[in-house]
């Protein structure tokens, strides 16, 4: 089994900072990919950043600038460091990563439980 764990949400206020972690744990081989989404309400969840193993990133163009993602191969971890907030990225956010589970020969993609993030005054 593989159970991805988001934590750092909040509330925040505009123009403030908050860093989100996830940790992957479980039955893993490797960790491949690791990325962020996040789902705004009434609207469709979308990409924010993606990170590959070797440490190549992408952004949505509405955080760049502001967002950094990052990771700690040897902890199976991943964070968005999100400044300059905005009360448009209010959204719960997602860790989302393509991982190989041991004995196993493709890597299956596992999302975490979602973490609520709120810019307002």
């Known amino acids: 089994q593989v159970h991805l764990e988001e934590s750092g949400g909040g509330l925040v206020q505009p123009g403030g900072s908050l860093r989100l972690s996830c940790a992957a744990s479980?039955?893993?081989?490797?960790?491949?990919?690791m990325g962020w989404y996040r789902q705004a309400p009434e609207k469709q969840r979308e990409l924010v950043a993606v990170?590959?193993?070797?440490?190549?990133?992408n952004y949505a163009d509405s955080v760049k600038g502001r967002f950094t993602i990052s990771r700690d191969n040897a902890k199976n971890m991943v964070y968005l460091q999100m400044n300059s907030l905005k009360p448009e990225d209010t959204a719960v956010y997602y860790c989302?990563?393509?991982?190989?589970?041991?004995?196993?020969?493709?890597?299956?993609?596992?999302w975490g439980q979602g973490t609520q993030v709120t810019v307002s005054s």
């Open positions: 989302n990563a393509d991982i190989r589970r041991r004995f196993y020969n493709k890597d299956s993609t596992y």
């Open positions: 990170i590959t193993i070797g440490g190549t990133t």
């Open positions: 479980g039955d893993i081989f490797s960790v491949n990919a």
